[in-house]
Structures are given as C-alpha cells and as structure tokens.
C-alpha cells in the first residue's frame, strides 16, 4: 500500500494517470484478467503519434498510452518509456484550456499553446479533447497535463465504468520521481492556479517519493470479495488483507495496484 508518510502528498484535481507501455495489447490483457473493463484500442490524431486503451472510471480513468509514431507531441512519451514503467503522466481537468494555459504562463511556466486532437471510437464518434502541458525539464520523471473534454458523454460511457471486480473510482497514487520535493510543489502551484474550480476533477492524493520506490494505484472497489475471486484466479501475485489488495505488476506494467473497499 502506499506509504504517505514517507513522501510528499499533495490533492489535485484528477482527470486520469498514464501508463505508457511498450506493448499495449499485453498491458490491456493485464487490467482485462483483473476484472477491468478496457475500451477498445483507438489512435489519436497523427501528429500525436500515440494510441491508447483506457480504463474508465466513475469520474477518473487510467490510460494506457503507447506511441505508434516517433512525433514532435509523442517524444517526451518515447523518452519516458525508454526509462522504464509506471505512472509517467497526471493529467489535471479543467473546463477551458485556454484558461488554464493562461494561468500557467502568468506562473511562469512555459505551457505553449493549447493542443487539440481527437480519437475514433469503434461506432464512428469522434471524441475530442484540448490539453497544454507543462514543459518536461519542469516535472523531471513525468508528465504534467492539464485536459479539458469536449466530448466527455462519449468518454464516460456506462458500459465502459462497469467493471466485473466491482472497480469504482481512483483515490490516491503514488509516483517515484527524481525529486520528490520539486515535484510536490510544481503539482501544488498548478493544481491551486486552475481556473474554474467548480468543474474541476475528482480531488485525488498523490504521493511523490523517491524513483527508488514501487509505483502505487489505489483504487475503490464495490465489493473486496468479488475482486478478491478474480485476483486469485489471475496469473498475477497479490497480497490479501483485511482491509485490501495488493498486486505486483511491477514487471508488467512497473506498478503496484492496490484494491481498497469503498469508504
């Protein structure tokens, strides 16, 4: 489980986390023997050269990202792929994107312009979406996004938040990065200065620790029995407690996924 008082742990605004992966057929099998529900894969834009899987959440997801085209968006996620798995991207919600890269700029970070890009999902429908990021030299070891959706009813479709392990919601992280203390106040100074609050994402804790210690994902479960059933028939080793569930998919996907009962 994650230890918070052993790092720095700040609240923000959650839209999703990113697990790049070298192989997202593999990384997808992995979420699906689980109990997760994994939309389909789909491809962003070109220039964004990646593509991705998700699994949606009730106002959160996990995205599992991998770039199909070396590009001058999909770089930073090569880069950060060639230095292993895990948590490499929190992405923040906000309403306007504009907005939001406003305010970074006036906090002195150099955000660049607003990113619009889209992907297909298997009925035709065009989900569409506008993020800024935060240069990579000011988040060393991840990536930091702030998403605005423009299509969210086609994101946060029913049949995707149904999971057979009862999953319902992220509730905390935690991520190893170079410096844990630069990160936490970078997440702090962002996370504080979005605007339009009131349409923020679902407030999440991440932990930053040192890049010596496990990835964690927390997550919410409905029901500890029904996902403890299908853990132990999973391939994966876990650890049973009390009070939830610990699964090392360290060498999958370099994290550690912690299934919690609802609180």
């Not at 994650?2 to 992966?21: K, M, N, W």
Request: with cysteine; proline share 6%; glycine share 8%.
């Amino acid at each position: 489980m994650i230890d918070e008082t052993r790092a720095l742990s700040v609240g923000t605004p959650l839209d999703h986390f990113v697990l790049p992966t070298l192989d997202l057929k593999r990384a997808s099998t992995v979420f699906v023997e689980l109990g997760f529900t994994v939309t389909p894969r789909t491809e962003h834009s070109v220039e964004m050269g990646t593509a991705n899987c998700c699994v949606m959440l009730s106002s959160t997801y996990i995205e599992l990202l991998t770039v199909v085209r070396v590009t001058e968006r999909s770089s930073g996620w090569q880069a950060l792929m060639n230095e292993g798995g895990g948590i490499r991207g929190i992405a923040l919600r906000t309403g306007n994107a504009r907005s939001a890269c406003d305010a970074l700029l006036k906090m002195g970070f150099a955000a660049g312009q607003v990113i619009a890009f889209e992907r297909p999902d298997e009925r035709g429908n065009r989900l569409r979406f506008q993020v800024c990021r935060l240069p990579a030299p000011a988040t060393p070891g991840f990536r930091l996004i702030v998403c605005a959706h423009e299509t969210p009813e086609l994101v946060w479709r029913s049949e995707w938040t149904r999971h057979p392990n009862g999953a319902i919601e992220l509730s905390a992280a935690g991520i190893g990065v170079p410096d844990p203390i630069a990160a936490a106040d970078v997440l702090r100074r962002v996370s504080g200065s979005l605007p339009d609050r009131a349409q923020s994402g679902h407030l999440t804790t991440v932990t930053l620790c040192s890049a010596t210690e496990p990835n964690h994902l927390r997550l919410s479960i409905a029901d500890l029995g029904t996902a403890e059933r299908i853990v132990c028939g999973s391939r994966f080793p876990a650890r049973f407690q009390q009070d939830g569930i610990a699964i090392d998919l360290r060498a999958e996907l370099g994290v550690v996924l912690d299934l919690e009962p609802v609180q």
